[in-house]
């Protein structure tokens, strides 16, 4: 079962910042949250991830509380192509752990 | 150049057929992974492989069979197909600690 508890749906306007929440309370001291998408009728794609600093990268920028336990997807600006859901995945580094997904957030950026 | 690529894209085949999904990865990876995708929209992990050999298999039935004759591929043989097998299938590929990277999807339809 998914570690993380994300909003049902979104709404962002177009060349707002969306914010997307996530809450992984059991989160493990190994465990890294990553953040992937599915753009409607495609394969999930990797956002970005981290373990407690806060990153960012051409896509997005992650957020994390100083006690793990909630997350914040931010995309700076989003755009129509930024439509899809998000999903939030707490995962052990290493090994060969798959990716176990929730629901997800369905994020629809409005023009 | 495709890094995961699946074929088919579609397939529509009648119940009791045995039908086969191929999966190739050119990243260099050791593991791979079977995803099914339902109705629900639940991506929900069936199979993982590394370098060759089964390490995950979650609870799916036996009337599903990956084969992985290298580690750049790992094909899905799906024997007397039931109405209930009708999803979208993923196949993805990680190396160890990295991020996974999935393919666009195998829509089968079971009539």
């Known amino acids: 079962d998914a570690k993380t508890t994300q909003p049902p749906s979104m709404d962002c306007a177009e060349g707002r910042a969306a914010n997307l929440p996530c809450n992984h309370s059991t989160i493990s001291g190994n465990e890294y949250v990553y953040w992937y998408r599915q753009i409607h009728s495609q394969g999930p794609q990797y956002i970005i991830h981290?373990?407690?600093n806060n990153e960012t990268n051409e896509m997005a920028s992650l957020i994390i509380t100083e006690d793990r336990k909630s997350s914040t997807l931010i995309l700076p600006h989003a755009t129509l192509r930024d439509t899809a859901v998000y999903y939030c995945i707490v995962r052990v580094a290493g090994g060969n752990t798959p990716l176990v997904f929730g629901k997800g957030t369905r994020l629809s950026v409005i023009a | 150049d495709t890094a995961v690529s699946q074929t088919p894209k579609y397939l529509v085949t009648q119940m009791g057929n045995d039908k086969s999904i191929k999966c190739e990865q050119n990243l260099g990876h050791d593991t791979m992974y079977w995803y099914k995708q339902d109705s629900k929209k639940f991506l929900k992990i069936m199979f993982s492989?590394?370098?060759?050999?089964?390490?995950i298999n979650e609870t799916v039935p036996n009337r599903f069979s990956p084969k992985s004759p290298d580690k750049a591929h790992l094909n899905l043989h799906i024997n007397s197909l039931e109405l209930g097998d009708s999803a979208v299938y993923f196949c993805?590929?990680?190396?160890?600690?990295?991020?996974?990277?999935f393919g666009e999807g195998s829509w089968l339809t079971v009539v």
């Open positions: 993805a590929s990680s190396q160890v600690i990295n991020t996974i990277y």
């Open positions: 981290g373990l407690k």
């Open positions: 492989y590394n370098n060759k050999e089964l390490i």
